[in-house]
T-cell receptor
Framework: GNSVTQMEGPVTLSEEAFLTINCTYT??????LFWYVQYPGEGLQLLLK?????DKGSNKGFEATYRKETTSFHLEKGSVQVSDSAVYFC???????????FGKGTRLHILP | GAVVSQHPSWVICKSGTSVKIECRSL??????MFWYRQFPKQSLMLMAT?????????EQGVEKDKFLINHASLTLSTLTVTSAHPEDSSFYIC????????????FGPGTRLTVT
């Protein structure tokens, strides 16, 4: 079936450290891939997305590249800030308007 | 940006009672709303999809008689957990999109349900 696997947290980093959160997927067909972020007390927000192989999604200094050959969509940021502390969800959707399948989420703590 | 609210943010109820959770789109008309359930350290599991004015479509394994979903207007959907039991305790999240084929969903902050 279709699924998303992401690294378990929590991940704790110091401010200005490099961040990678791994995400791999299993899907029939060619999914769109997403990263969502949930800040404390708020709803999930779309952080970035990619709709086809080799696309790079980027937003707020975060990047992720759609790698079809490795079925991966790893989230990276070169220099994290305390304000990046949140839960990050990798997700996929098989068709426009179709349901979204989420990974388990990775909690990120950034220490000042 | 588009905002989705949920009420209440947390609720405690006794086993055997029913509880209603509201999901509202505050600044847009939501043709489709989704209800998710999230267990601790687990992913969001889609429970059902509801389109305004029609019956909800439930995911496999979700009891439609236990989790009643009503989407009576373009800005409001409700989830009623009937005859709640402790195993229904969970975090319930709704999301909405403003057109049937829109890729983007707007998520509410979630409702924590505890059944004692």
């Amino acid at each position: 079936g279709n699924s998303v696997t992401q690294m378990e947290g929590p991940v704790t980093l110091s401010e200005e450290a490099f961040l990678t959160i791994n995400c791999t997927y299993t899907a029939t067909g060619y999914p769109s891939l997403f990263w969502y972020v949930q800040y404390p007390g708020e709803g999930l927000q779309l952080l970035l997305k990619a709709t086809k192989a080799d696309d790079k999604g980027s937003n707020k200094g975060f990047e992720a590249t759609y790698r079809k050959e490795t079925t991966s969509f790893h989230l990276e940021k070169g220099s994290v800030q305390v304000s990046d502390s949140a839960v990050y969800f990798c997700a996929l959707s098989l068709a426009r308007g179709d349901k979204i399948i989420f990974g388990k989420g990775t909690r990120l703590h950034i220490l000042p | 940006g588009a905002v989705v609210s949920q009420h209440p943010s947390w609720v405690i109820c006794k086993s055997g009672t029913s509880v209603k959770i509201e999901c509202r789109s505050l600044d847009f008309q939501a043709t489709t709303m989704f209800w998710y359930r999230q267990f601790p350290k687990q992913s969001l599991m889609l429970m059902a999809t509801s389109n305004e004015g029609s019956k909800a479509t439930y995911e496999q394994g979700v009891e439609k008689d236990k989790f009643l979903i009503n989407h009576a207007s373009l800005t409001l959907s409700t989830l009623t957990v009937t005859s709640a039991h402790p195993e229904d305790s969970s975090f319930y999240i709704c999301s909405a999109r403003d057109s049937p084929l829109a890729a983007k969903q707007y998520f509410g902050p979630g409702t924590r349900l505890t059944v004692t």
